[in-house]
């Protein structure tokens, strides 16, 4: 299986920070790799696929980038509805598997 | 819009069998693969399996043996079964859908609500 690392594993943060956490894939996934968003009590939500396309209705202060092992979400001025845990998931191969996750606090 | 509504029992004894259903409201039926995942409680996300309107499935190995996946594409529904739970199943259970003809290039979208699923004696 590939195993995804993410860190940090969790991150306080302020309003208005620019947020950048890292996710490493233990071998090459091209430009395979997706990113969600998780708050209390939900389901995960898609924020970005592909690497670096924002799904529908994702506020632009998101990004991603990166390719083969490694991947960034940055978000580029926090706000306080962006409190949240942050997955990234492989979808190179069977099974896919996702990061252990980044919980984003104010 | 689509959503997806799951549904079944939340509450389980060891070796029982988990039985969760999702239905499908809106756009095609035939243009994804139908998932399921979980999430045990404070942990991260597991990949189930897949199930396409055809009926072909592709399951983590990790519980291989244990899950099997159904789909009537009639009612737009589908299943997830996985024998002999134990507490390590205890998880939120939930579906999604991947693109079918994504390549690598596959995401889920959307989710179900989540089941809470409970292992106890």
């Known amino acids: 299986d590939i195993q995804m690392t993410q860190s940090p594993s969790s991150l306080s943060t302020s309003v208005g920070d620019r947020v950048t956490i890292t996710c490493r894939a233990s071998q090459s996934i091209r430009s395979y790799l997706n990113w969600y968003q998780q708050k209390p009590g939900k389901a995960p939500t898609l924020l970005i696929y592909?690497?670096?396309v924002l799904q529908n209705g994702v506020p632009s202060r998101f990004g991603g980038s990166g390719s083969g092992t490694d991947f960034t979400l940055s978000i580029s001025s926090l706000q306080p509805e962006d409190v949240a845990t942050y997955y990234c998931?492989?979808?190179?191969?069977?099974?896919?598997?996702f990061g252990q996750g980044t919980k984003l606090d104010i | 819009q689509v959503q997806l509504q799951q549904w079944g029992a939340g509450l389980l004894k060891p070796s029982e069998t988990l039985s969760l259903s999702c239905v499908v409201n809106?756009?095609?039926?035939?243009?994804?693969?139908w998932t399921w995942l979980r999430q045990p409680p404070g942990q991260g996300l597991e990949w189930i399996g897949e199930?396409?309107?055809?009926?072909?499935?592709n399951y983590n190995p990790s519980l291989k043996g244990r899950v099997t996946l159904s789909i009537d594409t009639s009612k737009k529904q589908f299943s997830l079964s996985l024998i002999s739970v134990t507490a390590a199943d205890m998880a939120v259970y939930y579906c999604t859908r991947r693109p079918l003809r994504g390549g690598s290039y596959n995401w889920f979208d959307p989710w179900g609500q989540g089941t809470l699923v409970t292992v106890s004696s």
């Open positions: 998931q492989q979808s190179y191969n069977f099974p896919y598997t």
């Open positions: 199930i396409n309107h055809s009926g072909s499935t």
């Open positions: 592909a690497t670096s």
């Open positions: 809106g756009e095609s039926f035939s243009s994804f693969y």
